[in-house]
């Protein structure tokens, strides 16, 4: 459908954030119009298939026990699981670690892993359980400092954060120095130890499809490139709109680009390289991480998870790294991290993302202002935490906000 010339909301942005206001604006009844530069809902979750795999953007994963999960309807995403916890690798060897809370059986293998002593692995369960069932508010008021600090502070001692946390973090937060604010690790330890990680059966970009569909048909428009804002107007590739507010839900550097004053970035950057194998060398999903002084941070193979990713019966593997790395120059160790032959491993593709995801250093800066003034609103994982609940949190925060501007008496429906 054309971009209407008048709306009384316009979200520049149809990712997680974006969605995520104009759901709800759409929910209150208002005139929403969402303009989408790329050609598809989702931002940087997105997914396409590769000779009949699911290959998503880079290894993303979604994890339940994001308090904004609940925005979602689960079932309809038909999730596979992996089993909490990795696999760690040391003299040559595999060794599971699982949560014992979930996965009792695993007990005897995580107390045998090499990541420390027993009073060592004692310490890694306490700040689990610290990070896990700490109220928030009392997460965020102790001491700030790195997460590598934090963690030693926490004793878990060394062997856990070289074979075990480094690498496991250095997957998530997309930096391996474990600089990241204390205050956001507990807030992401929080998630992993309340809810499971998972996998769409359509892709990661099957979330983002499923809050554009709740948005309204035609008022989601993909591939129209914004050129300038203000808080009444909108000036795209596709014509003005003109329009009570405007609400941009981009990339930091797109958003600093639109409106000077937002102040951001996305640093971080991933080469995921995607491997098949004709069969899975695991008997249950498990994210096997590198080991210290290797390229990889992790590789895991998806279809255990998920088996929708490879619809033929054999194994999608996903490897990543954070500098930008050939397939070649990653094959043994990828090889060497699942215990099979370099032969075995059929190169699908490898994807590199820039701007992968924005900082989170301390003092972590949490819950920006989204209301710029003058009917201007900006939001995005970069107003709130570097991950999927980040920009689904910002977005909340967002339609509330527009919500009492533009129509006060439905402010309490966001």
Known sequence: MPIPARAEVVVVGA???????ATRLAAAGIDVQVLEAAGHAGGRLA???VDGFVVDRGFQVFNTGYPRAADLDLATLDLGFFTPGAVVRADGRAHRLADPRRRPAALADTLRAPVGSLPQKAAIAAFSARAGYWPVRRLLAAPETSAAEHLRRA???????ERFFGPFLAGVLLEDRLETSSRYLDLLW???ARGGTALPARGIQAIGEQLAGRVGAGRVHTGVRVTAVTGTAVTSDAGPVRADAVVVATDPDTATGLVPAVAGSAPRQVT?????????PWTEPLIVLGTPGGQLVNSVVLSDAQPAYAPDGRALVASNTLAPTREADVRDE???????AASDLEHLTTVTVTG???AALPPLQHRRPVDLGGGLYVCGDHRDTPSIQGAMASGRRCAAAVLRAVRPALAGAA
């Open 15 to 21: 990712g997680l954030a974006g969605l995520s206001v």
């Open 334 to 340: 990828v090889a060497r991290s699942h215990d099979v």
């Open 47 to 49: 997914t396409e298939r």
């Open 155 to 161: 004793g878990v001692g060394t062997a856990a954060l």
């Open 190 to 192: 929080r998630s992993f």
């Open 356 to 358: 992968a995801q924005p």
């Open 272 to 280: 995921t390289h995607y491997h098949v194998l004709p069969s899975s």
